[in-house]
């Protein structure tokens, strides 16, 4: 559940405004969970097929980045340092993305992010950030 606006203002503001970046649109992202500090955002992967009828590995790697942007800064300003993605197993179909900090220092972050569809695990990200503010 994404968390109550008036208690949260701060993360309101955040996820609409990663709900309404050009790059969700389209793509179709659209954070569905804030929680705990863990943003999951959804994505029904029309439109992100490649030749083999799965869902594109630049598509997925998106889903992947965007819930990682989303969840570092709820917390402050952050940018990417570094990422990278295992992909375990194709998709065909809707997909989430659930990014959750595993380290931080005052300046530098480390998220994991699982990206599944339904109960199957598609693939493994992990985003380094650095705090601007």
Same mark, same amino acid.
Request: aromatic share 6%.
């Given at each position: 559940m994404i968390g109550d #606006?008036?208690?949260? &203002? $701060?993360?309101?503001k955040v996820v609409a405004s990663f709900d309404d970046c050009g790059? !969700?649109? @389209? *793509? $179709? *992202?659209?954070v569905i969970a804030v929680e705990d500090g863990a943003v999951t955002v959804s994505m029904e992967g029309k439109g992100s097929f490649n030749r083999g009828g799965a869902v594109h590995g630049g598509a997925i790697f998106g889903l992947a980045d965007h819930a990682f942007g989303c969840a570092a800064n709820l /917390? $402050?300003?952050? /940018?990417a340092l570094a990422a990278e993605i295992r992909y *375990? =197993? &194709? !998709?065909? $179909? &809707? *997909? @989430? !993305?659930? !990014?959750?900090? /595993?380290s931080e220092? #005052? @300046? +530098? =972050?480390?998220?994991? +992010?699982? /990206?599944?569809?339904g109960n199957r695990l598609v693939a493994l990200f992990s985003g380094h950030g650095f705090r601007l503010g």
């Amino acid at each position: 559940m994404i968390g109550d #606006p008036e208690k949260d &203002p $701060g993360s309101a503001k955040v996820v609409a405004s990663f709900d309404d970046c050009g790059f !969700a649109r @389209t *793509l $179709g *992202l659209r954070v569905i969970a804030v929680e705990d500090g863990a943003v999951t955002v959804s994505m029904e992967g029309k439109g992100s097929f490649n030749r083999g009828g799965a869902v594109h590995g630049g598509a997925i790697f998106g889903l992947a980045d965007h819930a990682f942007g989303c969840a570092a800064n709820l /917390v $402050g300003h952050e /940018v990417a340092l570094a990422a990278e993605i295992r992909y *375990l =197993s &194709p !998709a065909n $179909g &809707p *997909l @989430t !993305a659930t !990014a959750r900090c /595993v380290s931080e220092t #005052p @300046t +530098v =972050s480390l998220y994991h +992010v699982e /990206v599944r569809q339904g109960n199957r695990l598609v693939a493994l990200f992990s985003g380094h950030g650095f705090r601007l503010g």
